[in-house]
Every structure is written in C-alpha cells, then in structure tokens.
T-cell receptor
Framework: AQSVTQPDIHITVSEGASLELRCNYSYGATPYLFWYVQSPGQGLQLLLKYFSGDTLVQGIKGFEAEFKRSQSSFNLRKPSVHWSDAAEYFCATQEYGHKLVFGAGTILRVKS | EAQVTQNPRYLITVTGKKLTVTCSQNMNHEYMSWYRQDPGLGLRQIYYSMNVEVTDKGDVPEGYKVSRKEKRNFPLILESPSPNQTSLYFC?????????????FGDGTRLSIL
C-alpha cells in the first residue's frame, strides 16, 4: 500500500526566510501527488498537484514543489515566507483512483 | 460559490448519544468522502461514495455509518459514539473520484465525546 512520510512534525522559520517542507512517498509507479494547507479552523486547501511531466510544479500563494523520483520525494518550497503562511501542511498521494493517503502533517510556525 | 458545507462545526456530546454530521456540496460532484484527522496520523478515510446509493468502507469505518440518498448530501452517522471517536472530521468531494482529481474539503467538524 502507498504511504506518505512527512519527517518534520514542526518547523519554525523567520518571516522572509526560505522554506522547504519534506515529503517522501512509497509507490512503485509515478504517483499522483498533492500538497494541501490547513489554516486554523478551516478545511484543506489545495496548494499544488503533480501528475506527470515537468517535475517542478508551481502552485498558489507562491509555493512550488519538486518531484524527484530517485529520492521518492515531493518537497514543498517557498522562497520567502509570510506570517500568513503559518498553518499545517499535508502531503498526499492518491491510491486506486480515489483514495487520498495523507502524511501526518507538518506544522509551520513563522517568527516575526 | 462552490463549497462543501458541514454541520455542526463543533459538538460536545456524551457516550452513546446518537449523532449525525451533515455534509452538502453544491458542485454536482459524484464522489464524496469522509475523513477523520488525528494528531500525528494525518487524515484517514472513514467511508466514501462513488455515486448515489453507492457507498463503501475506507480505512477506519468501525463505529460509523453513512448514507447517500441524494447526490449533494452525504451524512456521517455515529449510532453510539465513544470517546475514541473524538476527532476532527472532514467531508470532501470531487467530480468522479478518478485519479488525479483534487478533492474539495469542508471546513471540518470538531467532535468531542465525553
């Protein structure tokens, strides 16, 4: 079965600093990969998705992610973090057509 | 506005008292799903529905029921809630549930079972 690992439970970065959130997946073929963000008291919002093609994917809010098959990774990046980016971030892969398999999430704190 | 609406947003109740969490979407999506979110575990699928009158178990279905009598609604039923069902619940929908279709999520329902 597919699984997703987010190694960092919490990450703290200073406002204006760059950000990288790690995600590793286990799957034999090229998976469908997603990053979602959950702001406090809100549902999950899709940041970006990867299916095939260009391995660098651009998303909303200035985020991007890079698919690296050799490392089974799909890390999320942002060049300059804003205080409003503080939230919980989930990496997910899609299994058997419909089911999303989520990582445990990474909580991002932004220092001013 | 396209949205998935869950009610209630918050509920505190007691063990054994039946409760229903409603979920409604206005996007004419065929696929709907329920997840629960627990710290350190991410989101896990409880039940899903590929279309009206078609439902199936996800990874953690024990203690839950669902029904899909209309396309837009997919209620989650806890017949006899227990404290281990205290969690944050999300309803989601997508067009057909096909691979690669992003799922749209509601704002969540926080249940506390005492």
């Amino acid at each position: 079965a597919q699984s997703v690992t987010q190694p960092d439970i919490h990450i703290t970065v200073s406002e204006g600093a760059s950000l990288e959130l790690r995600c590793n997946y286990s799957y034999g073929a090229t998976p469908y990969l997603f990053w979602y963000v959950q702001s406090p008291g809100q549902g999950l919002q899709l940041l970006l998705k990867y299916f095939s093609g260009d391995t660098l994917v651009q998303g909303i809010k200035g985020f991007e992610a890079e698919f690296k098959r050799s490392q089974s990774s799909f890390n999320l990046r942002k060049p300059s973090v804003h205080w409003s980016d503080a939230a919980e971030y989930f990496c997910a892969t899609q299994e058997y057509g419909h089911k999303l398999v989520f990582g445990a999430g990474t909580i991002l704190r932004v220092k001013s | 506005e396209a949205q998935v609406t869950q009610n209630p947003r918050y509920l505190i109740t007691v063990t054994g008292k039946k409760l229903t969490v409603t979920c409604s979407q206005n996007m004419n999506h065929e696929y709907m799903s329920w997840y629960r979110q627990d710290p350190g575990l991410g989101l896990r699928q409880i039940y899903y529905s590929m279309n009206v009158e078609v439902t199936d178990k996800g990874d953690v279905p024990e203690g839950y029921k669902v029904s899909r009598k209309e396309k837009r609604n997919f209620p989650l039923i806890l017949e006899s809630p227990s404290p281990n069902q205290t969690s944050l619940y999300f309803c989601a929908s997508s067009w057909t549930g096909g691979a690669g279709q992003p799922q749209h999520f509601g704002d969540g329902t926080r249940l506390s079972i005492l």
